[in-house]
């Protein structure tokens, strides 16, 4: 999508990825969702956080606001289970989390609604959100609320 958008090849890893994939755009994969990929299994469990590490890689000054502003910052997960990973391998959705908080909408709410409490309390709901976002998000219902 960026190659496109810049119309410019992107060396991998330009993103610090790990993997790069197909049909699993941030709207559709939430926090605590559990994947097969090969022989692994993995737990989203946050949303990245982009930094101006990407303008230095690219050469690029406007990739870091575009990945901001369209939520499309890709995301991290745990893993739950070593395995064999391919480059041809399936990756399928083994389970959703019950709570359906998705990458997109925790970006929106931590990138463009920072003091939006309600949201913020609907990330926190979510036991497998990384420890790293639940310490920021916290400090902020605390700069919000300071007497709660």
């Avoid at 050469?59 to 870091?64: D, H, V």
């Amino acid at each position: 999508m960026w190659e496109s958008e810049f119309l410019t090849a992107f060396e991998l890893p330009t993103f610090g990825e790990n993997l790069t994939v197909t049909d699993m755009e941030e709207k559709n994969v939430c926090i605590g969702d559990i994947y097969s990929i090969g022989d692994a299994v993995i737990q989203i469990t946050q949303g990245r956080i982009p930094c101006s590490t990407i303008t230095k890689r690219t050469n690029n000054p406007y990739l870091l606001k575009l990945l901001v502003q369209t939520g499309f910052t890709g995301y991290l997960g745990r893993v739950l289970q070593e395995g064999i990973v391919r480059k041809d391998s399936i990756i399928s959705l083994e389970e959703r989390n019950s709570n359906e908080v998705s990458i997109f909408e925790a970006n929106e709410v931590y990138f463009k609604r920072p003091r939006d409490v309600e949201g913020i309390q609907k990330i926190l709901s979510v036991e497998e959100l990384a420890d790293e976002w639940k310490v920021m998000l916290n400090k902020r219902l605390q700069t919000i609320n300071p007497g709660n």
